[in-house]
Every structure is written in C-alpha cells, then in structure tokens.
C-alpha cells in the first residue's frame, strides 16, 4: 500500500517537474516584466520540434539535441524580446494576452505547415527506456532522469540567483525596477537575458516532455492552461512558489487520477480557483 | 537637438527625435482630443444606418438569412463581452460558461416539453445571470493574471460539468429533441431561418438599445471611473466591488439570453457552446472590432464570422496564420481595432478638409 | 440579332437541361481541426468509388458538394445543411463524422424530407432521430459486444475496463461489459479517464495493481492511443502478461505505424481492415491509390464513404433519378451488397447497418503492421436498438 502511494508520488513528482521545468520562464517573464506571456506554451512546444528536427535531420542523439534546444530557444526569445515583446511592457493585460494569443497562434499555424498535425514520435536512448527497480519498486528510468535533471537544473539556477552578479541584478529589478535603473544596472539588458534564459528553459523541457506530453501543433494550447496554473497559485517572481505548486498540481493530479478517476480534471480546476481565491498573489509571490 | 544642455552622468541619453515619417505617425495614432461632450443619447445618423444594414441583409437576401441569424447572436455574445471588458476591464477567457448556461436552460426546457420561446429565454438570461452573480464574487476580487486564470477556470469547470452530467445535457454528442413551439403563437420556427433571423435580431436591438442606455448612465460612467483608475474611484465613493459585480451579473445574462437564442433557433446544443476556443474567438472578436465602443464588437462578430464562412474552405493553418499576424498586428499598430482605425482615417480626412 | 438569341436559347436550355441531370450530394464533414482527416478520407472513398464506377447512374450525374464543419461545432453543421437544401437544392445530405454533427442534422433531413447518409458517426441513437436517416459505417456497441462475447470464450477472465470519459466511451464500456459478463467473464474494475488527458501513468500504475488477464481499452483514435501503448509497454504490463483488446479504432491504418512495434500482437473487433482478403478490397484499395486527398491510407471512414456512394447509386436506380426521403429509405431497407469490407446489409427495420465483426491480431506484414483477421461474428445487428 505504501509502496504503491510512493510509486504514484514519484510519477506525480516527475510529472509536475516537467511541468516546473517549463513555467520557470513565464514566472520570471511574469514577476520580472509584468508581462502574461501566454506564447510559452508556443517557445516549449518550438524546443520539442527542434529536438524533433535535430534528431530526424541531423541524426544526432537525443540527448546532443537537448542543450541545442536551450540555446535555439533562448535565441529566439531574445530576438522576439528585442523586437516585438519590448513594446508591450506597459500595456494592459488585454494587450498582453491579445499579442501571445496571436504569436501562439502564428506559430501553431507555422508547425502545422512544416510538419503536418500528427505526433512526434521521439527516440529515446536505450538506457533511458524501461524500470529501474529500488527497493521494490519499478521506477521508470526515463521519469528517474527527468527528475534528476531538473533538480539540478533548478540548484544551478539557484545558485546562479543567489551567487552570480546577474542573479543578484535581476532580484534587484525585480524589487524594484526604478531604483535598479538608478543604480546604473542596465535593465534592459537583463530584462533580455531573463526572458531568453526563461525560453530556453521553456524549450529545454519541450524537448523533454515529448515522451511525457507528447507533441504535436496543439501542444502550445493545450498545456498552457498547466503552466499558467502554476505561476498563479505559485506566484510570479520566485522559484520556491512555482515549484512548490507544480509539484504540488504534478502529485494531486496523478494521485487523484489513481485513486478516484471519477472527479478527473474537476480537482484541479476548482483547487486552482480556491487558491487563487485564498491566495490573490500566488503561494510566494514576488512581483516588480 | 540639445546636445549643448549638460546632463548628469548617469542619465540615460535623450530618445533621439522623432522623423517626419514619426512625427507623422504619431500625430494620425494619437487617441483623439475631441472635447467630451456629457453623453445625451440622441441616436446619430451613423448609428441609424448601422441599423438598417443588418434589416437589409434579412429581407434582401434569404438564402443567407441561417448565417445572418448566427451572426446576430455573435453579436449579442460579443456584447455581453464588451461590456465587461470596456466598460469594467475585466478580462475573461471563460465567458462562454454563461453563453453555455443560457444555452442548457433553453435547450432543456424545450426538450422537457416547454417549448414557448420567450419564457424560454427570460430562463436562460436568469440561470446564466444567476451563475454569473456567483461566480462574480471570485472575478471581482482578484486581478490582473490571477483574475485571468479565474475566468478560465470557471468556464474549464462548467465544461467539464456539463461533460459528467451527461445523461442530463447529452455530453459530448450533444442536447436534442429541442422542439420549439411557434413564436409568439404565430411564427414556426422554419427551415430557411426567417423567423430566426427575425427573432435574433429583434433580441439583440433590445439588448443594444439596454446597453447603450446603461453606458451614459450615471452606473455606466461610475464604471468607466473604476476602469480607469479603481482606487480614485473608490476613494470618490463609488461602491467599486458591488458596482463591477452588477456589471458582471448583467453581462452574463446578456451571455445566457444569446446562448438560449442559439439554442432555440437551430434546435440543439452542444458541448462546445462551453469550450474555450469560443472564449478565446470571443475576446479576439471584440478586441478586433474596438474594445468599449459597443459597436465595435457587433463590428468585430460580423467581420469575423463571415469570414470565416467565406475563407472556411481555405486550409484552417492558413486561417490561424492570418488570424495571429492580424492579432499581432492590432496590438503593435491599431489598438482600436477597425473601428479606431476607422476613428483614425476619418480624422485625417476632416482635417485635410478643413484645411 | 437572331443568331445571338438562338445561341442564348440554347445555352439556356443547355443549362436548365444539366440540372435536371445531375444528382447533388451535400459532404457534410470536417476537413480541418483535429478531425481533418475523417473529411479526407471520405473524400478519398467517394474519388475511389467514382473511379471505378463512374460518376453517372440512371443517365444522372452524381455531383458532390463538399462543406467542411471544421470539427465538432454541429450548429455549423446544421446551418450548413440548411443551406444546402435550400441553397443548393441537394438531393442527399450525406457524410457525418462525429456525432454532434449527425444529431444536429437529424431535424433538418426530417423537415425537408431528404434522405441522410451517415458515414462515420457511430453513435446508436442517431438513426431514431430522423426517419430519413440510414446509416452505412457501423456503431460503437455492435462492435464492442462481440468483442466481450470472443473474449470470455477463449481465455480471457478477468478484464479491466478503461475508456475516455466522453459518450462513445461510455458506449463501449456499457456494451463490452454486458456481452463480456454474459459470456461469463469477470470485470476486475472500471475507469474513466478525462478526454484531455496528458499522462496515462496512474491508470496504467492501477491496471498493473489489479492484475487482469487483459484490458479493455477505448480512447480517441490517434496520439492518446499511441502514449498508452507506449507507456504500456515502458511500465512493464506488457511483460506481465496482460493483454489488450479493444475496438478498432485504436489500431487504425494510420495510426498504426506511428505506434510502432509496441501494437504488435494487440487484439481488436472492428469491421475493416486493409488486410482483409477480397477481390472488393482488392478494387477499393487499388482505386483509393493517387486520389490525392492527403491521406496516409485509406481506411474503414473511406471504406463507409465509398459504401455510401453505392447507396446513393441504388437509390437513384430504384428510384429512376426522382429522389425522395420515403422512396430512398424504402430502396435501402434490406438491401444486401459486397461491401470491400466484407458483406453488408440495411437493417429493414432500423435503417442502420447489419455487418460481420471481425477479431483482428496486429502483426507485422513486410515493412508495416497490419490488422490481420482470424475470427469473425458474422451479422451483427447494432445491439443498442435491438
């Protein structure tokens, strides 16, 4: 009974650190920049069909595909911040949502064209397939990886928040922006580092998720609900809320699913509406 | 150019000025400075023939009389949506729960055997009124992203509520044995949609003619007060909270009397009358036609539904492709919609006129 | 002067005289959205049948207009009808891929007395809803109560149901656990998962506890399929020895080979398949090469199209080219053909069709997976009105 308990735990807890992996962005874009970026479900999905690309075209292992995808997305979304997003930071959340509706859209509409409405599949390395069995329980490998990676991806990020001079730039601006600016930071640029950082992030774990998620065009709809969730009850501007959240959305949906299917989707939209209403600014938000 | 004037170290350089073709621009985009005449009410000619257009098309041209009445009640979802979004500034992504509830009350109703159509809609507009006074207390209280996620939550939970009730609404294959008795005694409810049509179309005047006399109201401009800026308002004693609720209460009976009139005319229901691709359509239309002018969102349902009637053999990827970049497009360049860009052009021409 | 109006004269008689020639056909499908494909391969089936047949019976040309309803938004698809019949003065009102679109319509056939095809929705209560309504694709419980019966018969005790909790689930769940308890087996539990579900694992972590000697599975066709037998396999179920078995529409021609070598042995009933044996089939498929639509292959939604176009050419035949909603269904009610699929009939009584079900095993011929036959139920009649 335990055992069983701990196996759903654990596929909740790599479920919701995919989920953590690609919502790191949209907090940051959120508490940074003040900006409901819903074209990050679009910058997840573009790192998967780059993944997927570099893997079918170029013939490179999945795992070479993986930094690529980081370093693919995190260009674009500098380019996109530089040129169209830069704009919008002091319009209204209408604006806001409008313009990554219609990005989301583009880039659906892009996919579709370039390789048609079917799944993805995704070849993973032979190591990574199957159970690892530890302490009686079977664990899947793929999900074991998934977890590791992302826990140490997120010490790193820490690390680089808590340690590096650009880490502490960015809690500055995102305190305050004004006084940041006064201090001779140059928040412009940081404000472009982030947001590629956070889409990089974002389509590191697209790459990532095909095997859990799956991929196709709609993916850049479809999960976006997911993320947004976990910003908000996370709250924008930190890490600890979001993970705290995704972990907690990732174990209460598996859970729930496996031990009373019947209320399905039910619970995790009515706990998103009871938290947001307990909690107005998220678990631990932070915003600038 | 002030490069003689000494600045501080640290202060940023000056934006570089603007050209001709900047100057320009930004003179033909500014938001206009006509002086704010009180609101009156008086109908102005514009708005008559407006009016004559949609009454036009019904008499003139009967095969298209089907498309006219959905377009009708596009328009009159639109509007609820406007409502909010213009006059109150809540932006909602779930709205179609209310047009979805409407919808269920008048579809049920008439397939349990009350087919009158009036009362079946005064039911629908009640029930969805009544979910949005609920579900008004969470939306109002919160803001900005988290606000956001609340309306989608709330359509997302009446969807897949209407989904587990099944056996009541037919779930995913839909509510039939939806028979509508003659309306008002007299009109059966035809093949070529005229009394749809006409029906659809007397609903939805009424509706404008309620909403327009609200907007110059003193509740409508204590409204736009509190889209405004929400803490002076409140600070000026405007009961902001209970305010945004009426107004909130008030769309989504608007919402629920257009999803009872879809119901009724083409006799069916489905589960998509919940789903988010109607929310998001929805929020595109108004922004597209000019959010808080109210005809911008009859203008925005119009354009919208027809063309996608038009373009509806075109490759959907095509559709998408187009609908982002003009979505794209609206946000950067013409934040009006069509209508603020109409505002746009038809200011040049009076000022080159009265030159 | 008057050799213009001669020329006017007839090219207007011309004109008139093409009308009263040509049988139309409203398609009423989608062709975009998520459900794209079922429009193409309905289109496919029509372009294979008038390859080979033709496109004129009784002297009449048989034109199909195509509407697309752009997935499941039936007041489109009703308003579609309408305009049709009104616009276009159709003959048939044919096609239908989900249900929503078929009920919807339903009252439109009635109202204007036109016949209606269906050829693909799948759901039993549709042909009630109209009494102009035949159907010649087949439904959920005819196809999942067999499937119960075969399984309690050779081997299988105890299942574990899991199907998508939306109507056509419910459907196979309701049939396959009526036939399959009748027959003597055991249901071991039941679970409903959400239509958008991204992560079967925790189902698959409770099929694993329970222990069944197979389950019984029912999800939209396409990605869902394939992430469960993709996880089925990753979580060791298949190597525990529990099996799966499931209507056809999880091993679907295209699908098929998307899923790979994980399918390999998975039972299912269905109606169609590619590698059934028949000179028909044989024809089908051979037309179906090269119509251009943009399908993979062709399968069992070309297959009722293209059985639906002969439908269509009975009628106009018996009927001698003057079409009417009464004189079409008295045409079709108990009319026998060789469908590519094996033989087919219109139940005179419900308007819907009477088939053999076939018990398929995925196995692999030369480079790509196929549906293999090695059972079959012949005439089955749907369950849901009999």
Redesign the interface.
């Known amino acids: 009974m335990l055992l069983r308990l701990t196996g759903v735990v654990f596929d909740g807890i790599a479920y919701g650190s995919l989920l953590f992996l690609i919502s790191i962005g949209l907090s940051v874009t959120l508490g940074l920049m003040n900006f409901v970026n819903l074209a990050h479900g679009a910058f997840a999905m573009l790192g998967g069909y780059l993944c997927v690309t570099l893997m079918e075209r170029a013939g490179l292992p999945f795992l070479a595909t993986l930094p690529l995808a980081f370093v693919g997305l995190a260009l674009l979304g500098a380019l996109l911040e530089r040129t169209l997003y830069r704009r919008l930071y002091g319009a209204g959340a209408l604006d806001q949502v409008l313009f990554s509706i219609g990005l989301t859209l583009v880039a659906v509409a892009a996919t579709t064209f370039q390789f048609g409405s079917g799944q993805q599949p995704v070849r993973l390395p032979e190591f990574l397939r199957g159970q690892v069995q530890i302490l009686g329980l079977g664990l899947g490998r793929y999900r074991l990886f998934l977890v590791l990676l992302v826990v140490a991806l997120t010490v790193a990020l820490q690390l680089l928040v808590d340690r590096t001079r650009f880490g502490a730039q960015v809690r500055a601006a995102v305190d305050n922006r004004a006084a940041a600016a006064g201090l001779g930071i140059d928040v412009d640029r940081v404000f472009t580092l982030t947001f590629a950082l956070g889409a990089g992030l974002a389509g590191l774990g697209g790459a990532l998720g095909i095997d859990v998620l799956g991929l196709d065009p709609t993916f850049a709809v479809k999960y976006l609900v997911y993320f947004l969730l976990v910003v908000t009850v996370g709250g924008a501007g930190s890490f600890r809320g979001p993970a705290l959240a995704a972990l907690g959305l990732g174990v209460l949906d598996v859970a729930g699913k496996y031990y009373v299917p019947q209320l399905g989707a039910f619970v995790i939209y009515a706990a998103m509406v009871v938290l947001l209403t307990l909690f107005p600014a998220g678990l631990q938000g932070r915003r600038a | 150019m002030s490069s003689s004037r000494t600045r501080p170290v ?1 202060e940023p350089e000056p934006a570089p000025e603007p050209g001709f073709l900047g100057r320009w621009l930004a003179h033909a985009l500014a938001p206009p400075r006509r002086v704010h005449r009180l609101p009156d009410n008086r109908w102005r000619p514009l708005e008559v023939a407006f009016w004559i257009a949609p009454i036009l098309w019904t008499l003139v041209l009967p ?1 298209y009389r ?2 006219a009445s ?1 377009v009708f009640i596009t328009g009159l979802f639109a509007l609820s949506l406007d409502l909010i ?1 213009g006059y109150a ?1 809540i ?1 909602s ?1 779930g709205h179609a729960a209310f047009f979805g509830a409407g919808a269920y009350t008048a579809g049920l109703l008439a397939a349990h055997g009350w087919g009158e159509p009036l009362s079946g809609l005064a039911a629908a507009g009640a029930a969805a009124g009544v979910l949005a006074w609920l579900s008004g207390f ?1 939306v109002v ?6 606000r ?3 309306t ?3 359509g ?2 009446c969807y ?2 209407a ?2 009730a ?1 056996s009541v609404t ?5 509510l ?1 044995g939806v028979a509508m008795r003659p309306l008002l005694g007299r009109f059966e409810f035809d ?3 005229s009394t749809a049509c006409a029906y659809s179309l007397v609903v939805l005047f009424a509706a404008f003619v309620l909403v327009r006399r609200l907007s110059a109201s003193p509740l409508g401009l204590s409204l736009r007060a509190v889209r405004d800026n929400p803490g002076r308002a409140g600070a000026l004693g405007a009961p902001v909270q209970r305010r945004l609720r009426a107004i909130f209460t008030l769309s989504g009976v608007l919402a629920g009397v257009a999803g009872g009139l ?1 119901a009724q005319t ?3 229901v ?3 009358f919940l789903s988010f691709p109607r929310s ?1 359509d929805l ?2 239309m108004v ?1 597209l036609g000019g ?1 808080g002018r109210l005809y911008g969102a009859l203008v925005g349902a119009t354009l919208f539904m027809v063309a996608q009637d038009r373009l ?2 075109m ?7 187009w ?6 497009g ?3 360049f013409a ?1 009006g919609g069509v209508l603020g860009g109409l505002d746009v052009v038809a200011r040049l021409i009076l000022r080159r006129r009265s030159r | 002067m008057k050799r213009m109006l001669l020329a006017a004269g007839l090219c207007l008689a011309a004109a008139s005289g093409r009308a009263e020639d040509t049988i139309k056909v409203g398609l009423i499908a989608p062709f975009s959205g998520p459900f794209a494909d079922y429009g193409k391969e309905m289109q496919t089936g029509i372009k294979a049948y008038q390859k080979v047949h033709g496109d004129k019976v009784a002297g009449k040309r048989i034109e199909v207009i195509v509407r697309d309803t752009t997935g499941p938004v039936p007041e489109v698809a009703r308003r579609l009808a309408q305009e049709l019949v009104v616009r276009d003065h159709v003959d048939f009102l044919a096609g239908f891929g989900l249900t929503p679109e078929a009920l919807a319509v339903a009252d439109v056939a009635t109202q204007s007395k036109k016949p209606m095809i269906i050829m693909n929705a799948a759901t039993s209560i549709i042909t009630t809803k109209s009494p102009y309504i035949a159907r010649v694709s087949m439904t959920l419980p005819q196809i999942a109560t067999p499937l119960g019966t075969w399984a309690a018969k050779n081997g299988i005790g105890t299942v574990f149901t899991m199907v998508s909790d939306y109507g056509p689930g419910i459907d196979a769940e309701t049939a396959f656990k009526k036939s399959f308890t009748a027959a003597g087996g055991q249901v071991v539990d039941s679970v409903r998962v959400p239509l958008k579900n991204p992560d079967f694992s925790p189902f698959l972590q409770r099929i694993k506890d329970a222990k069944p000697q197979a389950v019984f599975v029912f999800v939209p066709a396409g990605e869902q399929g394939i992430a469960f037998m993709k996880g089925f396999q990753e979580r060791g179920l298949k190597d525990a020895g529990i099996k799966v078995i499931a209507t056809g529409d999880l091993t679907d021609e295209n699908v098929l080979d998307a899923m790979g070598d994980v399918a390999l042995g998975m039972i299912t009933a269905f109606h169609y398949s590619t590698a059934h044996d028949s000179p028909e089939n044989k024809t089908f498929l051979e037309a179906a090469e090269g119509v251009g639509t943009g399908v993979h292959r062709p399968n069992f939604m070309a297959v009722a199209a293209y059985d639906g176009m002969a439908a269509i050419a009975r009628v106009v035949q018996q009927l001698h080219g003057k079409v009417d909603g009464d004189g079409a269904m008295k045409a079709l009610e108990g009319w026998k053909w060789q469908s590519p699929r094996g033989p087919v009939e219109i139940d005179p009584a419900t308007r819907d069709i009477d088939q053999t079900v076939y018990l398929r095993r995925v196995e692999k011929r030369g480079d790509h997976l196929d549906n293999v036959e090695f059972d079959k139920f012949p005439d089955v009649k749907d369950p849901g009105k009999s």
């Open positions: 640290n095969s089907l498309l959905q979004l500034g932006v992504l969470l209280r919160s803001s900005g992203l988290g956001l996620m609340v989608l939550g709330i997302l939970l897949e509520f989904n587990r099944a037919g779930g995913v294959d839909g039939t093949l070529m949609g879809l083409t006799q069916f489905g589960l998509d998001a929020l595109v922004v959010v509806s053999g490759d959907p990827m095509y559709w998408q492709l609908l982002g970049l003009i979505l794209v609206t946000v950067l934040r």
